[in-house]
């Protein structure tokens, strides 16, 4: 049973409906399960939709939606479910998406209760202070997180629950 994965690396062309996956040189079209636009919140491909289908040549995905209002730069959410390259592919890409996310960090969710907070880290690099906090209810405590810690401990649980158990 293989396991879905969130693309990250490819070019938009909404003038031509098209997607290019720039970390593959083929994509199998019934492993692309779903793309939004995360800018405007809109499905432009669901796999069980027929109004959101597309055709795939190569790495390029052309879409049937109409994507002409779209911008090339809005950030999209793809999510695809290779044909299974055998459990060291895997392993790589793993290993290969965890350096990634430990290099430059995007944000994470810190929830202890509700309402959940979002927290954006853009470097790595400590916060000394904090100049202006526009809203803020109450706070109880506040410590010193480092952002590559909650980003280890969220891809080790991950591997144990996923990869790991999956060997034998």
Same mark, same amino acid.
Do not use: H
């Given at each position: 049973?293989?396991?879905?994965?969130?693309?990250?690396?490819? /070019?938009?062309?909404?003038?031509?409906?098209?997607?290019?996956?720039?970390?593959?040189?083929?994509?199998?079209?019934?492993?692309?399960?779903?793309? /939004?636009?995360?800018?405007?919140?809109?499905?432009?491909?669901?796999?069980?939709?027929?109004?959101?289908?597309?055709?795939?040549?190569?790495?390029?995905?052309?879409?049937?939606?109409?994507?002409?209002?779209?911008?090339?730069?809005?950030?999209?959410?793809?999510?695809?479910?290779?044909?299974?390259?055998?459990?060291?592919?895997?392993?790589?890409?793993?290993?290969?998406?965890?350096?990634?996310?430990?290099?430059?960090?995007?944000?994470?969710?810190?929830?202890?209760?509700?309402?959940?907070?979002?927290?954006?880290?853009?470097?790595?690099?400590?916060?000394?202070?904090?100049?202006?906090?526009?809203?803020?209810?109450?706070?109880?405590?506040?410590? /010193?997180?480092?952002?590559?810690?909650?980003?280890?401990?969220?891809?080790?649980?991950?591997?144990?629950?996923?990869?790991?158990?999956?060997?034998?």
């Amino acid at each position: 049973m293989s396991q879905a994965i969130v693309v990250k690396s490819y /070019t938009f062309n909404p003038a031509t409906k098209q997607i290019t996956f720039s970390d593959y040189s083929n994509v199998d079209l019934e492993g692309v399960k779903l793309i /939004t636009n995360v800018n405007s919140g809109i499905i432009i491909y669901q796999f069980n939709d027929g109004t959101k289908g597309a055709s795939v040549s190569g790495n390029t995905l052309t879409l049937d939606y109409d994507t002409s209002s779209m911008s090339a730069s809005d950030a999209l959410m793809i999510i695809y479910d290779p044909p299974t390259a055998g459990i060291f592919a895997r392993i790589a890409w793993g290993l290969q998406s965890l350096i990634d996310l430990v290099r430059a960090p995007t944000w994470t969710v810190i929830s202890n209760g509700s309402p959940k907070v979002q927290c954006v880290f853009t470097t790595d690099t400590a916060v000394g202070t904090v100049g202006t906090v526009n809203a803020l209810a109450s706070l109880t405590s506040l410590n /010193t997180i480092d952002a590559r810690e909650l980003i280890w401990s969220a891809k080790i649980a991950e591997y144990n629950t996923g990869l790991r158990s999956k060997i034998q």
